[in-house]
């Protein structure tokens, strides 16, 4: 709804910000003064008695008798006109998010009311800051919104499924190789067995082919999909930017625009191949290599419970502060295009006024600002190898520890104990490749709204559907009657009531005031 609302009136959050305020002073105006604090003071008993009860059910109050009152005096205090907002849906969607942003501050101002000397300015600085958290709220779920928005349109999905079924097979593969290689130590090297190690060996060989297939044809699909939406994000960005205004141009600027249609979609390009293979691969491996593990030897498969919580207690952590230093990185990839597009267009200028070394030390401000947050994050993630290995290294020792005594007591076999190591190597390569989508995802996302907040822009000047013919001899005047003008949230007109003609061969000069640029 809140998408749908953009595309047809603008950013729901300056519609809800301006009117809020609106409203605050008919809550607050002594005609309905009454009536919202009743309305608040019981939807705040309701809810704390849903909530006592069926947990989860409280805010359901929002849809009660007393909220379609509220509803309608909120619909006779809004400019619905002003705003341009015409459809009941939209309606009904801005007076929910005002409701919803409200309650909490007027709750408490009313119960507090005849207590304290609690100013209005509190309770509307308690509404920005329930503002701030739902705007920021939708912010990060829109970002992985449009990740899938913008795949699900520019993906074939053919290709996907025929991929991700070789990667099946390449699984499979994978799963089925350390049994027989149990299967060649404890009835073959144990017994003695030449032929069966050879049959077995064969058998290997052929699992193993299969298994290579697989993955050969699964990242094939997976980068020749990756390089395809890359190619469709790069047309559809270029067609858009190139019917733009100079409004959308300096809105978003030119180095931005150039970064978004580079690395940006380079990020989706990335991520693509790693939904493809370590995604898709990951979980099925995880699962399949567990319930091996447990086919071969239960006792041995408590090592997990410990050895995973540690692996994920330090993914956690390393994606706790690399995530928001990889979203930077982006921005600062900006400010290097920026720099770097000023330094090229104006180099006459910067000459002429001898500012090399100037326009040298902003570019190396930007590139060292860029350098020391790659080098920041990069360091983070780069303690996952290591750690990774240390962990792995622990389990290996626990399992080798506790399977030797199952040796010795003779109710394990040697094979069954190779197998199980190899399981267990699966399993934690499984969830290690996992965080790491889970690392890279962030940005991508991050990437994918900034290319879907291009991709969304309503231009400012369209072509009309419908054109007219030139007369056959040009008009020698141009009539101006009653022009304005005014830059996009600019509080007063640049020019008003502006009327002249121009005739042909004519040169016009609209001139500001002093200063004005």
């Known amino acids: 709804l809140i998408d749908e609302f953009r595309q047809n009136h603008g950013d729901i959050f300056a519609a809800v910000r301006k009117y809020a305020g609106v409203f605050l002073e008919e809550i607050l105006a002594g005609e309905h003064r009454d009536f919202y604090r009743n309305f608040f003071l019981g939807a705040n008993a309701s809810i704390r008695a849903r909530e006592n009860h069926h947990p989860g059910t409280g805010f359901n109050v929002f849809h009660s008798k007393r909220m379609r009152e509220l509803r309608s005096q909120l619909r006779e205090v809004v400019d619905w006109d002003q705003l341009k907002v015409t459809s009941q849906k939209d309606q009904a969607m801005i007076q929910q998010l005002i409701m919803m942003i409200f309650f909490h501050a007027f709750a408490s101002y009313f119960i507090h009311a005849d207590e304290t000397d609690e ?205 928001p230093l990889f979203k930077g990185l982006q921005k600062k990839i900006d400010r290097i295009n920026l720099v770097f597009r000023e330094g090229l267009t104006g180099v006459r200028v910067i000459r002429a006024f001898n500012q090399d070394q100037f326009e040298q030390d902003r570019f190396a401000d930007a590139n060292h600002d860029y350098m020391r947050t790659g080098i920041k994050v990069f360091t983070i993630v780069s303690f996952m190898f290591p750690i990774m290995t240390l962990i792995m290294s622990g389990t290996n020792i626990g399992i080798v520890w506790y399977g030797a005594h199952l040796i010795a007591d003779r109710t394990m076999e040697v094979g069954n104990l190779v197998a199980f190591m190899t399981y267990a190597t699966q399993i934690l390569m499984s969830f290690m490749m996992l965080s790491m989508v889970f690392v890279m995802i962030p940005r991508a996302s991050a990437s994918a709204a900034r290319i879907n907040e291009v991709l969304e822009t309503q231009n400012s000047v369209n072509d009309q559907a419908k054109t007219t013919d030139l007369p056959a001899q040009p008009a020698t005047t141009l009539a101006y009657k009653n022009v304005e003008f005014r830059y996009p949230g600019a509080e007063r007109l640049s020019i008003d009531n502006a009327n002249f003609q121009a005739k042909a061969g004519d040169t016009v000069a609209i001139i500001g005031g002093t200063g004005s640029g």
Do not use: C
């Open 119 to 323: 100013e209005p300015a509190t309770v509307q600085k308690e509404i920005e800051h329930n503002l701030d958290w739902l705007e920021y709220g939708v912010r990060r779920t829109e970002e992985k919104y449009f990740m899938w928005k913008i795949l699900k349109k520019r993906l074939s999905w053919g290709a996907v499924l025929i991929g991700t079924v070789f990667l099946v097979v390449q699984i499979v593969g994978d799963l089925i190789l350390p049994n027989i290689t149990s299967d060649i130590i404890n009835n073959g090297v144990a017994k003695n067995n030449i032929d069966y190690i050879w049959n077995s060996g064969f058998k290997m060989l052929g699992v193993s082919l299969i298994g290579l297939i697989g993955a050969a044809v699964n990242v094939y699909f997976a980068a020749t999909q990756a390089q395809k939406v890359g190619n469709k994000l790069r047309s559809s960005l270029f067609k858009k930017i190139s019917f733009m205004s100079n409004y959308e141009f300096e809105r978003f600027g030119e180095a931005s625009l150039i970064t978004r249609t580079t690395n940006d979609v380079i990020q989706i390009q990335n991520v693509v191949v790693m939904i493809l293979r370590m995604m898709l691969m990951s979980p099925i491996m995880l699962v399949g290599a567990g319930f091996m593990a447990y086919q071969k030897q239960s006792e041995l498969t408590g090592v997990f419970l410990v050895a995973l919580p540690v692996l994920a207690i330090f993914v956690g952590f390393v994606m706790y502060f690399a995530v």
